[in-house]
């Protein structure tokens, strides 16, 4: 049975007690309370995936966030589902590092959260037999994530052990209590909540998050690996120490990596806060980087790749064949990951229009370009295409 998730709201001070009270042990397996929870709590994860998505192939619900107080979570980690039944971390080997999750039962706020990047789990499964997993980078931040449910304890508590506070991510629109919705270059107002959780404005949030990363090369070099087929595309599009642009980058990782392997490179933001934390982190990475602020989308010259990473995806139709024709004006061939519809549904932020592979070729072709390559990337959910305008 699908259930309504528990949720948590920062402006009330009486709160379903379930979210903040550490669990019960399970010691009956067969016990109507046992099983009927674990049925739901499979259920909803099954409704969650089909309507959230699982990009990253990680994504977890626990039992108090379906308003039952046993230490259980259910963790779908790629293709494979696991009942953690109270799980225990038995082993850590790997760095404490910064990870920026949400949650589901605060679900319009993010927090920068420190986990252990590589632990070993021990549980129950749900028969009640013992098991143990290794989990590292973004699933093991999942799964501590979904422990620390069973403690009763919530994002923003989490956040607080390393300083860190909620925040509203600057880059999406809000809209009947649900985020994000359709991006389209509107930011959310800046908002403060006063309560119990601790909420920092978006512009705060930014502001601090450089100083956040204290293994800036690390995170670069892991950012970087996690999108090496789509810098793969790039570097055959492109000559070796050639111009390359990057449209909407975020913080500047991909940029950085491709200037440090000698090509010159500009990126281009339209958030004044992106733009300035992208100088800053390719500054500290050492990498020369031209930076610039600009809306409408300008460059200056001429470049023999123009790439974006799940950018375009969020514009309407009409907006995304515009802007794309414009791309391929200012460089020889333009390099684009794009969302794809995968198994069940990939809704990534919330923001993205998702289409098949077919669909967005067909997209593409619209606005006068043609595809010249296209691959659907090895972590499933995106493709990168090659495209360049129709002479």
């Known amino acids: 049975m699908i259930r309504d998730i528990v949720t948590y709201d920062v402006n009330s001070r009486s709160n379903p007690k379930v979210l903040t009270t550490p669990t019960r042990k399970v010691t009956d397996f067969s016990a109507e309370e046992t099983v009927n929870c674990i049925r739901d709590l499979n259920d909803t994860l099954d409704e969650l995936i089909r309507t959230e998505g699982n990009k990253r192939g990680a994504i977890g619900l626990s039992a108090t966030q379906i308003g039952v107080d046993l230490a259980i979570s259910a963790v779908q980690l790629g293709d494979r589902r696991y009942v953690f039944v109270n799980p225990e971390v038995t082993e850590q080997r790997g760095k404490d590092r910064l990870f920026r999750i949400g949650c589901f039962s605060l679900y319009e706020y993010r927090a920068m959260v420190r986990y252990n990047d590589d632990v070993t789990v021990s549980y129950l499964d749900e028969n009640g037999d013992p098991r143990?997993?290794?989990?590292?980078?973004?699933?093991?931040?999942?799964?501590?994530?979904?422990?620390?449910?069973?403690?009763?304890?919530?994002?923003?508590?989490?956040?607080?052990?390393?300083?860190?506070?909620?925040?509203?991510?600057?880059?999406?629109?809000?809209?009947?209590?649900?985020?994000?919705?359709?991006?389209?270059?509107?930011?959310?107002?800046?908002?403060?909540?006063?309560?119990?959780?601790?909420?920092?404005?978006a512009a705060e949030y930014y502001s601090s998050l450089f100083n956040d990363y204290t293994d800036l090369a690390a995170y670069a070099a892991k950012a970087a690996a996690e999108h090496e087929d789509l810098l793969k595309k790039i570097r055959a599009a492109a000559p070796d120490g050639s111009r390359v642009l990057e449209v909407g980058n975020g913080i500047g990782f991909l940029s950085a990596a491709l200037a440090g392997e000698g090509y010159s490179v500009a990126c281009v933001q339209t958030d004044p806060d992106r733009a300035d934390m992208a100088a800053r982190v390719c500054e500290a990475g050492g990498a020369r980087v031209k930076v610039f602020c600009s809306a409408p989308l300008e460059a200056d010259g001429f470049y023999s790749a123009v790439f974006a990473c799940e950018v375009l995806d969020e514009l309407e139709d009409r907006a995304f064949c515009r802007t794309l024709a414009h791309l391929a004006s200012l460089g020889d061939r333009?390099?684009?990951?794009?969302?794809?519809?995968?198994?069940?549904?990939?809704?990534?932020?919330?923001?993205?229009?998702?289409?098949?592979?077919?669909?967005?070729?067909?997209?593409?072709?619209?606005?006068?370009?043609?595809?010249?390559?296209?691959?659907?990337?090895?972590?499933?959910?995106?493709?990168v295409f090659t495209v360049k305008r129709k002479e």
């Open 132 to 201: 143990t997993v290794d989990l590292k980078g973004d699933r093991s931040c999942v799964v501590q994530h979904e422990m620390d449910h069973l403690e009763g304890m919530l994002l923003f508590d989490r956040a607080r052990l390393t300083g860190g506070r909620l925040f509203v991510p600057r880059e999406s629109k809000y809209r009947d209590g649900k985020v994000p919705l359709k991006n389209c270059g509107l930011f959310a107002e800046l908002r403060r909540r006063t309560g119990r959780a601790d909420v920092q404005s």
């Open 334 to 383: 333009v390099v684009l990951e794009l969302p794809t519809v995968w198994e069940i549904s990939n809704a990534l932020r919330g923001s993205e229009h998702l289409r098949t592979v077919a669909g967005w070729k067909k997209l593409i072709e619209r606005s006068g370009c043609g595809i010249e390559d296209c691959y659907v990337c090895g972590h499933g959910g995106s493709a």
